[in-house]
Nanobody, 129 residues
Framework: QVEVVESGGGSVQAGGSLRLSCTTD????????MGWFRQAPGKEREAVAS???????????YYADYVKGRFTASQDNAKNTVYLQMNNLKPEDTAMYYC???????????????????WGQGTQVTVSS
């Protein structure tokens, strides 16, 4: 069974930063698209970013417009881990953040949840004003 584990969530004030981590097993991680999504209470899940673990030839990183310039996706292939650095956080960034794996190769510029097959349990990010 594939396990995807997020960590790094927490509570910060507006303007602050957090870095989320997402790790999975080596087989699942390698040469796949790792996506970040979020869901706030009462709202639909929305895309945040995606990154291809096999390098830029596979597409990405891609970002949703509402996080461009503030969030950065990166990877550490030696640790089978991707990261989401979140800077200049806003109260509207408050949500449960999920990491997911698209076990079918590269990333698309449109980050769509149905394309992702394995999901983590989420990590909560709360931004206060």
């Amino acid at each position: 069974q594939v396990e995807v584990v997020e960590s790094g969530g927490g509570s910060v004030q507006a303007g602050g930063s957090l870095r989320l981590s997402c790790t999975t097993d080596a087989y699942t991680y390698k040469y796949n698209c790792m996506g970040w999504f979020r869901q706030a209470p009462g709202k639909e899940r929305e895309a945040v970013a995606s990154i291809y673990t096999g390098g830029p030839a596979g597409g990405g990183p891609y970002y949703a417009d509402y996080v461009k310039g503030r969030f950065t996706a990166s990877q550490d292939n030696a640790k089978n881990t991707v990261y989401l650095q979140m800077n200049n956080l806003k109260p509207e960034d408050t949500a449960m953040y999920y990491c997911a794996v698209r076990a079918a190769g590269g990333c698309y510029s449109t980050i769509a949840a149905p394309d992702f097959t394995h999901w983590g349990q989420g990590t909560q990010v709360t931004v206060s004003s």
